[in-house]
């Protein structure tokens, strides 16, 4: 399979506990985009890489979350000292330059 | 910023009948782009609109664009079972060549 995956599936946590997310693009997609997702929401921009550059940040990603894209391949995002609101689908998505969004199956964070 | 509105919010048809969804933005869009999500899946890209006053078909969808790029429709012709799931427009605009701002969806339930 060539889409776009990501580890875990789901991630259930305590509250104040960090946790991890790792998205694996289309190894050719030089674009690389986190989304969140909530139930009954459409999916809303949090960040945007172009290669391992982070050219935008939503207002939506306080200061508890972190991306990064180290060698402009793999993706993490990392939420610190979670909370309940945080709990939601984190998408990712890849493209080329101007090209289509392909999204990954997504993590379902559920934070107790 | 930029906002996209999406009605309705749901429709529940018998199959046979036909569908419809409708996507407004609060700007000019560079483009419109649609997406099926089935229930517990991720986005599914469907298809891109760029020209004002566009309209693509895809077998039994037909999508459109309109003349002042703001507002676009998903039409699908008598709808089978395996049309369920919830229908996204994301718009491409602002100045930005990468954010895509998704409507809330409409989610489509289709009666055997």
């Known amino acids: 399979d060539t889409g776009v995956s990501q580890d875990p599936r789901h991630k259930i946590t305590k509250r104040g506990q960090n946790v991890t997310f790792r998205c694996d693009p289309i190894?050719?997609?030089?674009?690389l985009y986190w989304y969140r997702q909530t139930l009954g929401q459409g999916p809303e921009f949090l960040t945007y890489?172009?290669?391992?550059?982070?050219?935008?940040k939503s207002r939506l990603l306080s200061d508890r979350f972190s991306a990064e894209r180290p060698k402009g391949s793999f993706s993490t995002l990392e939420i610190q000292r979670t909370e309940q609101g945080d709990s939601a689908m984190y998408l990712c998505?890849?493209?080329?330059?101007?090209?289509?969004?392909?999204f990954g199956p997504g993590t379902r964070l559920t934070v107790l | 910023g930029q906002q996209v509105m999406q009605i309705p919010q749901y429709q529940h048809v018998q199959e046979g009948e036909d569908f419809t969804t409708y996507c407004n933005s609060s700007?000019?869009?560079?483009?419109i782009q649609w997406y099926k999500q089935r229930p517990g899946g991720h986005p599914v890209f469907l298809i891109q609109?760029?020209?004002?006053?566009e309209v693509k078909k895809q077998k039994r969808l037909t999508f459109q664009f309109g003349e002042a790029k703001k507002n676009s429709s998903l039409h699908i012709t008598a709808t089978q079972t395996t049309d369920v799931g919830t229908y996204f427009c994301?718009?491409?605009?602002?100045?930005?060549?990468?954010?895509?701002?998704f409507g809330k969806g409409t989610l489509l339930t289709v009666n055997p």
């Open positions: 700007t000019t869009l560079s483009n």
């Open positions: 609109l760029v020209k004002s006053g």
């Open positions: 890489f172009q290669n391992e550059a982070q050219l935008e």
């Open positions: 190894s050719e997609h030089n674009r």
């Open positions: 998505a890849s493209s080329r330059t101007m090209g289509t969004q392909y």
């Open positions: 994301a718009g491409l605009g602002g100045g930005s060549n990468y954010k895509l701002t």
